[in-house]
Structure formats: C-alpha cells, structure tokens
C-alpha cells in the first residue's frame, strides 16, 4: 500500500528537478508548454532617489527584480548618470524572463546643487502637507510631527534614555566619539565632562587659565529659552522632570557652560546690522550680544538656530499636551512695552526678519541633517525645515515681509 505513495513522490521530486535544470541551466521554460507565461518581471525602482547632488554619487544598488516563474530575474541598465552634469537625466532598466516577456522602467533624476535635504525622509512623510502654504501648511505640519515619544530632562537610572544621552547622540563630534561638537563654539569636548556631577568630573575636564584651574563643562542649551512661553513649569512630569516642549532635542544642544550663560534668555538679532547695535560685545567664537537684550550667535549655525526656531512655533499650537502655543515675531518690545526684555516671558520669540534671512544665508548643512535623523531615530519626529527648507517661506514668508501668527497662549 505505501510502494505507490513512494514512485508519486519520487516522480514529484523528478519533475520538479527537470522544471528547475531546465529553466535555471538550460534557459528552457517546460511549465510553458503546458501553461503559458503571459506575465513580464516585476522591477522595483522605489528606493532610488529622484534627485543627486552635483559631483556625488548615484546608488543604484537597491533594484530588485522579480518573476512569477523563472528561479533568477535579472535585468539590465542602459545608460548612466553623470553627476559632473547639472540637469534631468534619464537610465532604462530591462528584464526578460524565459518566455520572452519584457519588462521596461525608464528613471529620470536630476542632477543638482547642494545637498538632498530629503535624504532621509521616509516615503509618505510629508503627503498631508503636500500643495499647502500659510496656516494650512503650519497645521499640517504641526499634525505631523505631534505625538512623538518624550524623554526625561534627566533620568536616575544612567542606563535609560534621557536628554543627556540624545544629545551625547545628536551632537557628537563625527571625528571623535567621545566627544561632543558645542554648539556657540563649534569647539569639541569630551562627553564626560557635562554638567552633572561637578565633583566627580575627569582631571581632563579642568584647564589653566592665568593660575587657577577652571571647570569645562557642556551643558543643556535651550535655543527657545523656556522662560519664554514658561514651558519650565509644564505640569506634565516624569520623576519631577518638566517635559514637552522643555525635554524636545530638536531644539537642545551641547554647549560650553558659560557660553550658555552668556546667551541667557536672550532674542536672537543681528548685532551689526545698524539697527541697534548699541552695546555690542564679543563673547568669543562669533557670538556678540548687543542692544538690550539680544544674541548673535557664529555665522555657521545662524541657519541652524532659524530652523529649530521655526520647528518649534509649528511643533507646540497650544493643543493638548503642549500648554504653550509658541510664535515669532519681529518687534518683540511692541508686544510688552512695560516689561523689560529680560523679563518678558511671553511665548513669542524674535526676530523673525533676521531668522528668515539667516535660513537662506545659512543653508541646511549634512551636520544638520544627521542631527535631524539622529533626533529622529529617538523622538520619532523631525524638524521640516530641515528636511523640506521651502516651507518656511511658504508659511512665514520673507525677511522684507514676514508673516506674523498670534499665540492663544498670550
């Protein structure tokens, strides 16, 4: 009774051992003799970008092909793409399988300047903000990146993630793992040395200045200084650690200690743009603080304090979870004439004429976008202007005409 069972799987065995010498050694399709392959391959082209800087280099490693019969699927490429070469250009990808069927994508990419600011986003990112401008744009956005996942100022257990550890992530120094590139300073420094157990800090994090040894610590730097909008005091807790707006890395940084206090709660403004520039003083590096209350930080992150500016007035609108709705604005004295600048803790900060020139002045750099990715890949959101710089004058428009939106929390 078992013999027959036995010669049906031994004959099963040898067919489809002579399907597969067959097609695979001898190019013959035997199935199609008995049912006919109508089908071409299948090529996927999804994971190659559409555009590539100038002088860089194209990847093309990530085409997979496919068939519904034949074991291998290759294809082929005609054509190449020169980055030497500004423009539109065009490859073809072709695979035939046994029987014949073809399969043709043609793939257009252009070739250009800078860097490929969307790099990194993943597909179907940014589809709800896709044709929008103004408001509309601001609250898509806002949509999109909300409800990330949130981590503690600092938390007591050293082996959970805290903003410490994003930023020992975020702003490390790319030659050097141990260190931490600071942000006012562009200075590197070791990751040991920040500004938590002062008493236990390295030999290493000590220098000599005139005849005393000094502590060099990094610390927690706000761009949107907290006391502007008060988001120190979000009643969200986690073990007495303020969060929201307070803990998002997208507008912390590593810096040098008293760089930080220097820069205070200070506007961000030109201080050598004639218009009230009294008062100027170098603090080191290219930072100057000027007029009554007002901070220029180094040429090489104007740019980079702009965009994390503009993320934050489109990441907290006041809605649940946020308690502040963060703006910008050009007079910041107008909104509180009474007040000291010092001690105006409306949610607002300036000036948006001189972010909105700084965006430009200062385009989105590959620091930028790693950190960008980095801040991503713990929060699970990312900064738009970053990814998509075009969107800031959609939304706020030009540094001759800035547009202006109200905060609900004023």
Request: one cysteine or more; glycine letters at 6%; charged letters at 25%.
């Amino acid at each position: 009774m078992k013999k027959p069972k036995s010669i049906i799987g031994l004959l099963i065995v040898f067919i489809g051992a002579a399907f597969y010498v067959s097609q695979t050694f001898l190019g013959i399709d035997l199935l199609g003799f008995i049912i006919p392959d109508t089908e071409a391959p299948t090529i996927d082209v999804s994971s190659l970008p559409e555009t590539v800087t100038l002088n860089g280099t194209y990847d093309l490693s990530g085409i997979t092909c496919d068939d519904n019969r034949d074991f291998d699927c290759e294809f082929v490429i005609e054509g190449t793409i020169d980055t030497t070469t500004l423009g539109e250009q065009t490859i073809t990808i072709r695979a035939v399988d046994i029987a014949g069927n073809i399969e043709e994508i043609v793939v257009t990419v252009d070739v250009v300047e800078g860097l490929v600011t969307t790099i990194y986003v993943p597909d179907g990112y940014y589809d709800d903000a896709s044709g929008l401008s103004g408001e509309l744009l601001k609250n898509a956005l806002n949509d999109i990146i909300t409800n990330h996942t949130e981590y503690p100022y600092t938390d007591s257990d050293p082996e959970d993630i805290d903003v410490w550890k994003m930023l020992r992530a975020a702003d490390e120094d790319p030659d050097n793992a141990d260190n931490v590139i600071m942000f006012y300073s562009g200075f590197s420094w070791y990751k040991e040395c920040q500004d938590t157990s002062t008493q236990y800090l390295p030999d290493y994090c000590y220098q000599t200045e005139g005849t005393e040894e000094i502590q060099v610590e990094w610390n927690r730097e706000h761009i949107w200084s907290k006391s502007h909008g008060d988001f120190d005091e979000d009643p969200d807790m986690y073990l007495g650690y303020s969060m929201g707006a307070h803990n998002d890395a997208h507008h912390l940084v590593a810096a040098e200690r008293r760089m930080n206090s220097t820069k205070n709660n200070r506007f961000f403004d030109d201080c050598h743009d004639g218009i009230d520039d009294t008062d100027v003083e170098d603090v080191g590096f290219g930072n100057y603080t000027c007029g009554e209350w007002f901070f220029e930080p180094r040429d090489e992150v104007k740019g980079d304090v702009a965009r994390m500016l503009f993320y934050m007035a489109t990441r907290y609108e006041g809605e649940d979870g946020d308690f502040v709705d963060l703006e910008l604005a050009v007079d910041i004295k107008s909104l509180a004439p009474e007040l000291h600048l010092k001690d105006n803790h409306l949610p607002y900060y300036s000036n948006l004429a001189t972010l909105l020139r700084w965006h430009l002045e200062d385009p989105v750099d590959e620091w930028e976008l790693e950190r960008n990715e980095t801040v991503y890949s713990f929060q699970g959101n990312r900064n738009p202007f970053i990814d998509h710089p075009e969107y800031v004058e959609l939304i706020w428009g030009t540094a001759d005409n800035p547009i202006l939106y109200t905060s609900i929390s004023d």
